[in-house]
């Protein structure tokens, strides 16, 4: 349930969380990867496990509780509650099992090391093209006699502004010019088509794809699963917390959102990280 759900309530204990952390650049050279993390909240929030328990179950709701208190007693000791397989809670502190951190992350709680020099190569290599480029521009060039046409015309100069008669012709360049203030106009239209975020309704389930700190790396997302995933036509961006979440949908029942956050993941294999958060 916590895979599917991302949230487990446990009444008496408080709601297990399975959060998802962005991609962090700890410093220049390292890159912490995305990962989840198990936490803890009183808040009462996302699937009762004593409902689940009765509906998986077919018992009644009475007999769910009754079953749920006493796994409860069973689970607790010296105030250290432990979930097989899940979790140890003590006083609030989680201490997340291996058998669900093996799961929640498989590839890895791994920081990326970036190694500079591959941009200094970057440089390197198109510092010799522009280089080589600009050194063909000039030989053709000097082929066609464009350098000889251009000294010519350079000498011809004075000649020209000696002359009393081309002295008004600057002032008509100008009143030819004017026109293009025009367009200076136009321009700020383009600026106005600019994406802007969706607002989270309350009470909405989205399967999350991920929350990014800039609005250019959530629109390389949309793009990317746009190129990959063409079939999935309702990824939007949402405004979350001050950062932008990408989610490929957004449904009224948390139950259908997490039918289909299932049915992705066995698709996709690149989908195993996807969660469902409701607002």
Not at 39 to 62: C, D, F, P, W, Y
Not at 105 to 117: C, E, F, H, L
Not at 208 to 218: M, R
Request: proline share 4%; with cysteine; charged share 25%.
């Amino acid at each position: 349930m916590l895979l599917d759900e991302g949230e487990l309530y446990l009444p008496e204990v408080g709601t297990l969380i399975l959060y998802r952390h962005a991609a962090k650049l700890q410093s220049s050279k390292v890159l912490q990867a995305p990962y989840h993390e198990l936490r803890l909240t009183k808040e009462e929030r996302g699937v009762n496990l004593i409902t689940h328990i009765s509906q998986i179950a077919s018992v009644s709701t009475e007999r769910a509780n009754d079953l749920f208190a006493e796994w409860l007693e069973q689970s607790l000791r010296n105030d250290i509650l432990t979930i097989e397989g899940v979790c140890c809670i003590e006083k609030g502190n989680i201490t997340t099992d291996k058998t669900f951190e093996d799961m929640a992350n498989p590839q890895g709680r791994k920081s990326i090391k970036v190694n500079p020099r591959t941009n200094y190569l970057i440089y390197i290599i198109a510092g010799l093209c522009i280089g080589f480029a600009l050194g063909i521009a000039g030989y053709i060039l000097h082929a066609n006699g464009t350098f000889d046409k251009l000294l010519a015309e350079k000498s011809a100069a004075p000649a020209v502004v000696e002359s009393s008669e081309v002295a008004p012709q600057p002032i008509v360049e100008e009143v030819v010019e004017q026109p293009t203030a025009e367009s200076q106009v136009v321009e700020p239209a383009a600026e106005e088509v600019t994406p802007i975020a969706l607002p989270l309704k309350k009470g909405s389930s989205y399967a999350v794809w991920g929350v990014y700190n800039e609005l250019q790396n959530a629109e390389g997302a949309v793009s990317w699963l746009a190129t990959r995933v063409p079939e999935i036509d309702t990824v939007h961006i949402y405004e979350y917390d001050g950062r932008y979440m990408v989610a490929l949908c957004e449904v009224g029942s948390r139950s259908e959102c997490g039918r289909k956050v299932s049915a992705w993941k066995a698709e996709h294999k690149s989908f195993k990280s996807v969660w469902v958060y409701t607002r």
